[in-house]
């Protein structure tokens, strides 16, 4: 599994790097690639090029939404180690994008990320129908602004220091995580004309990835490594996170994350063997060390 997503992290940075070569040149590109290019793990393009796979799709159908997804995710990144978010200095093992470019351009080069995968979801070399890229448009739209990753960054923000419980710290990870990687499991079918009950089912799985994604996450920063994740660990306690860990313990939220997982592979048997690699990376994705 490890070596695939390498692979397709791979062929997606290549995808970016012609991508940012064919922008007319601008002095926020350096700070966007150094975001979006060299490290990430690139998870979120296996998790869509899985998805494809249940639906069929080669990928020239979905390597922009691969691609898009990246731009947003790295933005995402970007902003949330600014001073006034989660102030971290360290990001894949390097410097995070504002220590290395100073404030002002990492907050004008996470905006820039964020349109841009706007366009490259309008791109004309993408051969989708235009109406489709209306509806890939509005989703993502949704699943990045208010009501998706900057909204449960909101939360995730306001809960510091604060008692919260389950279901508010479910529905914050939802939003800041799940959003995101509800548009990859969701996106594909939008690609190839599913029905709203297999649309809803693939939103309900992304969603649910996402959120074991942040549970995971949650885990590695109290028994990852700063070597393996690339970021400082141990630092939700410091900053006083509202996260399941704090509320259950380590161990109960293991549990709760292993019973997660099982709803999510249970989803995904219905689609028999094209489901396959998706169920892999679900397994990957509570098992990895970074
Ligand atoms: C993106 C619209 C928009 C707004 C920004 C700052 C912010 C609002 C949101 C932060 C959201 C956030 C940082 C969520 C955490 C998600 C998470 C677990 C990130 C780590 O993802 P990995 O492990 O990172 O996939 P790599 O480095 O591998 O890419």
Redesign the pocket.
């Known amino acids: 599994m490890q070596r695939e997503i390498k692979n397709n992290a791979k062929i997606v940075d290549r995808f970016l790097k012609k991508y940012f070569r064919n922008q007319n040149y601008s002095n926020l590109i350096p700070a966007m690639e150094y975001g979006t290019l060299f ?6 393009s296996t998790i869509i090029l899985n998805t494809a796979k249940i639906f069929n799709l080669n990928f020239s159908k979905v390597i922009n939404i691969c691609a898009a997804v990246e731009c ?6 970007i ?2 180690d600014l001073p006034c ?1 989660d102030n971290d200095k360290l ?2 093992g390097k410097p995070s994008t504002h220590a290395k470019f100073g404030e002002s351009t990492a907050v004008l080069a ?1 905006n820039s990320l ?1 349109t841009m995968a706007f366009e490259i979801i309008t791109d004309k070399k993408y051969k989708v129908k235009p109406a489709i890229k209306v509806i890939l448009l509005k989703k993502l739209a949704e699943c ?2 208010h009501t ?3 909204g ?2 909101f939360l ?1 923000l306001s809960y510091e220091k604060r008692k919260i419980g389950v279901s508010k710290i479910t529905n914050m990870q939802k939003k ?2 799940g959003k995101l990687f509800e548009f990859c499991c969701l996106a594909p079918s939008i690609v190839s004309r599913k029905n709203n009950l297999t649309k809803r089912d693939m939103s309900i799985i992304g969603e649910e990835l996402g959120f074991l ?2 549970i995971a ?1 949650d885990l590695l920063d109290i028994k990852g490594s700063k070597k393996n994740v ?1 970021k400082p660990v141990k630092k939700d306690k410091k900053k006083g996170k509202s996260t399941l860990i704090k509320l259950l313990g380590y161990k109960k939220t293991l549990e709760f994350a292993f019973r997660r997982k099982k709803m999510i592979i249970d989803k995904l048997k219905k689609y028999g063997n094209k489901s396959k690699k998706l169920i892999q990376i679900t397994d990957f994705i509570l098992d990895r060390s970074y």
Request: glycine share 22%; charged share 25%.
């Open positions: 490290g990430g793990k690139k998870i979120r947003i995710h790295s933005y995402s990144l902003h949330d978010m990001r894949r996470g964020l990045a602004g998706g990753i900057a449960g960054q995730d800041k995580t994604f942040q996450d690339g």
